[in-house]
């Protein structure tokens, strides 16, 4: 890969600056955050919702565990796992964007289960080596410019015997795939449009996750950064996959 090559990236389908992509990636959260609820519900269908609740069953997350929610938007992980750690653990709540945490952290504190929010690029992970027993990111990692990077920092702050939760979009079984690609090329876009007046960053939903890497490439990356005994669980025909790997 030459020098410039190494300073661009992708943003959907894009060719842009990876100084760009973070205030691309940025607007796109802003714009959509008051709504963004409400838009996974009507996108997926409330799939979302058993999609986040097989994440918590695979997470191993007991009483008295700390967990890092990285990418946490509007903390429906978060909420999750804080009625599972209960009192004794700690949860914690982080997102690059502050549109989303605020909305999650106060969405947390309105239901009743308040947890500390850092506004961080998961690239840059600001806890010490060995803090979690469990660290999630969910539908988060798509957007992120140098995914091994945010993956190595996942690893760096896992306590040995921790567990990464990666829940994404991948890969659909290829008979379905001209099915899905209406859906999400044709459909998506319009219900962003009328729900968030913003078409362009439904767009973008689309493409990243055409551009994400496939299950089978993300767990070899899980791999090279140290996780072990990665595995990965399609949903929905591979709509979604849960990637889990280990630090021991
Ligand atoms: N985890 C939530 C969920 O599953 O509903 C929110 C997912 S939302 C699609 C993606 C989130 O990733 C956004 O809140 C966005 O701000 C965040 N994000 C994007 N790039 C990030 C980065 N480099 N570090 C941390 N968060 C990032």
Redesign the pocket.
């Known amino acids: 890969m030459s020098d410039s090559d190494s300073l661009t990236t992708h943003f959907g389908f894009q060719q842009v600056n990876e100084d760009d992509k973070?205030k691309k990636?940025?607007e796109v959260?802003d714009s959509v955050a008051d709504r963004?609820d409400l838009m996974?519900d009507l996108m997926s269908a409330g799939l979302?919702r058993l999609w986040?609740r097989f994440t918590i069953a695979q997470s191993g997350v007991r009483e008295g565990a700390r967990v890092l929610?990285?990418?946490?938007?509007?903390g429906?992980?978060s909420l999750a796992f804080s009625k599972r750690a209960g009192k004794r653990g700690m949860v914690v709540l982080?997102?690059?964007?502050n549109a989303?945490l605020t909305r999650g952290r106060d969405r947390l504190l309105d239901k009743g289960h308040p947890v500390p929010a850092a506004q961080?690029?998961?690239?840059c992970i600001p806890f010490k080596d060995d803090s979690f027993d469990c660290v999630s990111?969910?539908?988060?990692l798509r957007?992120?410019?140098h995914k091994d990077k945010?993956l190595a920092e996942m690893y760096r702050v896992l306590k040995p015997g921790g567990r990464l939760l990666v829940?994404e979009f991948s890969s659909i079984w290829k008979p379905l795939a001209p099915l899905y690609d209406l859906y999400s090329f044709k459909v998506i876009p319009k219900i962003g449009q009328l729900i968030t007046k913003d078409a362009p960053s439904y767009q973008y939903l689309a493409e990243s996750i055409r551009m994400h890497p496939d299950q089978e490439t993300l767990k070899g990356i899980m791999e090279s950064v140290g996780l072990e005994k990665v595995e990965y669980f399609n949903l929905c025909f591979g709509v979604v996959a849960l990637h889990r790997g280990y630090k021991f």
């Open positions: 973070e990636v940025a959260f963004y996974n979302h986040k929610d990285i990418a946490g938007g509007t429906d992980l982080t997102d690059i964007n989303m961080c690029n998961a690239e990111v969910s539908f988060g957007n992120m410019t945010a829940l």
